[in-house]
T-cell receptor, first 110, second 113 residues
């Protein structure tokens, strides 16, 4: 079956760097998504990693290691607006299902 | 404006009273999906559709029905709502399949008394 683990909560300081980890177990890996969700709003897409390595998009980067079943989202130069939940998700095998982790709520403090 | 719309945004109803939550996208997306979000449980997929007339169960389909008669619309039907279906519901769509960015609707907060 599928299983995704993320820390429930994290706290970081404005201007700092934070790494949000995600470990997964899935049959037939087909990539890993990261979404951001501000309180009371819909999730929005951040990244989709299929190959190993680091992909950078401005202040946000996402890393994938398929052999370790591990990904992380790296947020640099944290801003107050980065306070949100960060959701890790993986497609389930060759079905049309998408499995989400419980999400990591990040609080950025001044 | 490219978007996914859901209606209603908020609904309070009573046990057993059939309801439909509509979802519509104007991006000509083939893949559409419904999720529910509950505290401590994250987003869980209810049903998804790969294309018109093609629907399949997600992880929590019990008590829900869907249909996909047109590409743009994907309504979620609760034939006999129960209190355990009180939740925040999101509809989402993506261009061709689930291996693409999903665009989410604004959410529908449903309370079943």
């Amino acid at each position: 079956g599928q299983n995704i683990d993320q820390p429930t909560e994290m706290t970081a300081t404005e201007g700092a760097i934070v790494q949000i980890n995600c470990t997964y177990q899935t049959s037939g890996f087909n990539g890993l998504f990261w979404y951001q969700q501000h309180a009371g709003e819909a999730p929005t897409f951040l990244s989709y990693n299929v190959l190993d390595g680091l992909e950078e998009k401005g202040r946000f980067s996402s890393f994938l290691s398929r052999s370790k079943g591990y990904s992380y989202l790296l947020l640099k130069e944290l801003q107050m607006k980065d306070s949100a939940s960060y959701l890790c998700a993986v497609p389930s095998g060759n079905t049309g299902k998408l499995i989400f982790g419980q999400g990591t709520t990040l609080q950025v403090k001044p | 404006e490219a978007q996914v719309t859901q209606n209603p945004r908020y609904l309070i109803t009573v046990t057993g009273k059939k309801l439909t939550v509509t979802c519509s996208q104007n991006m000509n997306h083939e893949y559409m999906s419904w999720y529910r979000q509950d505290p401590g449980l994250g987003l869980r997929q209810i049903y998804y559709s790969m294309n018109v007339e093609v629907t399949d169960k997600g992880d929590v389909p019990e008590g829900y029905k869907v249909s996909r008669k047109e590409k743009r619309n994907f309504p979620l039907i609760l034939e006999s709502p129960s209190p355990n279906q009180t939740s925040l519901y999101f509809c989402a769509s993506s261009f061709s399949d689930l291996y693409n960015e999903q665009f989410f609707g604004p959410g529908t907060r449903l309370t079943v008394l």
